[in-house]
């Protein structure tokens, strides 16, 4: 039984691969349809699966729900500000427009700091 439920795992997760490579499905619906696939084969009765699945959903929601919303405030200050915009320039003007992608990266790295600060503390 072990041996089976690793391989229906495989499967799983190839699954995912394969419809978003290849197929260019959404990464949500991938691994919806994936995790469905994956309780129906490990024998989780159909009562249990959905259970199973809004637990897990709201589990990890739940725990980003704080996170989202303080990241979607302060990009709204960073935009209503202008201060995104001045970072960014900043940037491009000290890389130069040859450089744009270190700029950008940079740019991000400094505006997502607080963000990180926020999630590590």
Same mark, same amino acid.
């Given at each position: 039984m072990d041996i089976y439920l690793l391989l229906v795992t495989l499967?799983?997760?190839?699954?995912? !691969?394969?419809? +978003?490579?290849?197929?260019?499905?959404?990464? *949500? !619906?991938?691994?919806?349809?994936?995790? %469905? *696939? %994956?309780? +129906?084969?490990? #024998? @989780?009765? @159909?009562?249990?699966? !959905?259970?199973?699945?809004?637990? #897990?959903?709201?589990?990890? %929601? #739940?725990?980003?729900?704080?996170? @989202?919303a303080l990241g979607t405030i302060l990009g709204k200050i960073l935009s209503e500000s202008g201060a995104g915009l001045q970072i960014g320039k900043f940037f491009v003007r000290f890389f130069g427009e040859k450089r744009l992608p270190w700029a950008m990266m940079l740019s991000g790295f400094i505006i997502g700091i607080p963000i990180f600060l926020k999630l590590a503390y």
């Open positions: 499967a799983a997760i190839v699954m995912v !691969i394969l419809t +978003v490579s290849w197929l260019k499905w959404h990464a *949500f !619906i991938s691994l919806t349809v994936a995790s %469905l *696939f %994956l309780a +129906v084969m490990a #024998g @989780l009765p @159909l009562d249990k699966i !959905i259970s199973a699945y809004e637990m #897990g959903i709201g589990d990890v %929601l #739940g725990h980003l729900v704080g996170i @989202l």
